[in-house]
């Protein structure tokens, strides 16, 4: 089960966190991983993780607020299988505190970046009639995270436009899903919680979301999207993979 070999796949913000699990774990599986971050410190070192573990990783250097960028990746890393839209940002506050210049930043990463590397791929996923395209959204994508405004609203437009691409692309063979989870531990929450004075009481609030009690880990994560990006999930498109903790489920 879970075999990727022969098989391409493009984790964005792979240098760090959540995504550096995932191309980790796809690598795992055989698959060939283009490591694209614009921060080329931590993308080589994912890399290098994933080819001393024996697997087969390249870097790419790539921001996905970039639609030019976007549209020349295709012809350095040659067909892609499993794009996994994940590089994202984050920030603190309502609406009132939120500003113009901080909105554009997560409105360009968060949904524009989604949107500008979809556009660049899936013409050649549908030319080939598959494909695995994996968005991260976020527990932020289902329900509102207090203090999270333009978080929020950039999450809910992941889960829309999933939505919407597994849609309009049902009947060829090319699937799109997504993933929410609640608060994972990695350099995203990290420097959320600098952002608190309290920040053991900050860090305990934010393991208390999930119902049991704790923060889920990146390699829970990576678990699902290795599912998704497998053959085995071939009836599974248009989804919210929920990994919160039982956040979403109610209080
Ligand atoms: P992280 O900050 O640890 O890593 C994000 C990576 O994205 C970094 O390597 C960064 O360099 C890269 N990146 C940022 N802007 C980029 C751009 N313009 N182009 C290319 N790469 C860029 O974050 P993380 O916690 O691993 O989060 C990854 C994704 O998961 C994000 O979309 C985030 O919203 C989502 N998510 C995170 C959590 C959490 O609690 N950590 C929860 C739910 C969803």
């Known amino acids: 089960m879970f075999d990727l070999s022969h098989k391409s796949a493009l984790v964005t913000g792979a240098g760090s966190g959540i995504g550096r699990a995932i191309a980790q774990t796809l690598a795992q599986a055989d698959a060939l991983v283009w490591v694209a971050d614009i921060n080329a410190e931590g993308g080589n070192e994912t890399v290098s993780q994933i080819k001393q573990a024996g697997g087969s990783a390249k870097f790419l250097s790539l921001d996905v607020t970039s639609a030019e960028a976007c549209q020349g990746a295709l012809a350095t890393t040659g067909p892609i299988d499993i794009l996994v839209n994940n590089a994202g940002v984050g920030a603190v506050g309502t609406i009132l505190e939120t500003t113009r210049e901080d909105m554009d930043r997560m409105l360009n990463v968060n949904v524009l970046g989604v949107y500008h590397l979809s556009q660049a791929i899936l013409p050649s996923m549908l030319e080939r009639g598959s494909g695995s395209v994996i968005n991260l959204a976020s527990i932020g994508g289902v329900v509102a995270v207090r203090d999270r405004f333009a978080y929020t609203t950039t999450k809910f437009a992941v889960v829309g436009m999933t939505k919407a691409m597994a849609l309009d692309h049902s009947h060829t063979g090319v699937r799109v899903n997504c993933l929410c989870p609640g608060r994972v531990e990695t350099p995203f929450v990290q420097a959320r919680l600098d952002e608190y004075p309290d920040r053991d009481a900050a860090y305990k609030e934010m ?18 999207a290795l599912y998704l990006a497998s053959d085995e999930a071939a009836m599974v498109t248009g989804s919210c993979q929920m990994i919160d903790g039982g956040w979403s489920a109610g209080k």
């Not at 393991?207 to 699902?224: K, Y």
């Open 207 to 224: 393991a208390s979301t999930q119902l049991n009690g704790r923060m889920v880990r990146p390699e829970e994560v990576a678990a699902a």
